[in-house]
């Protein structure tokens, strides 16, 4: 099933997701922890049993992130476990992006990671793909870019970026860090991260 954008479904944990978007974005009083935690797990499960397919199209803009998980191995079950879940201080900015390269189909590009802190500014980017019917980005950084105010000092390939952005098609996806969404809306989406960690991003304009 191809989902188109679901800011008019009237599920409780998009109404939820949706309200903690608002309230970090406006400074306003945020729901728990615990609770945001629970709606990301119901959005993940109702869209593998809806089978939900979005867009590439979708993820297009720009997306800070709002709140995040850690994980738990789970002793003599080889599983883990989704740790307490995190705002991230309004203080912190912490974006993502992708854009599209013209010589390539849509789905593949580049990705970009930035961390700001007062006049520092970390970024990180590097090619990635989106496998449509499972609704996975699997990317891999290979350029690092630290500036203060706006000058830039360091500028660089991460392990010979260069080479590994070349043969990027080829590696397997077992082999690179991905990205599993399953809630995009106009104004945020969510998605599991390959160590099992959850993570909510809402629009940036």
Known sequence: MTANLISNTTTDFINLLSHTATAYREGSQLPAAEVVVNALLAAEKTAKLQKLNYPFESLGGKWRLCF???????????????GKGRYVPKFIKIHLGFSTREEQALGKGEIMNQVQLGAILFKLTGPFKYLGKKNLLAFDFTQIQISLFNWMFVNKAIFSGKDKDSNFDAQPIAKL?????????????????????????????
Do not use: C, S
Request: hydrophobic residues 50%; proline residues 2%.
């Open 177 to 205: 860090p991905f990205f599993a969404f399953f809630l995009v809306t106009e104004d945020l989406i969510a998605a599991r991260g390959r160590g099992g960690g959850l993570a909510l991003w809402i629009k940036d304009n």
């Open 68 to 82: 995040a998980t850690g994980t738990k191995k789970v002793r003599n079950r080889g599983g883990i476990i989704i």
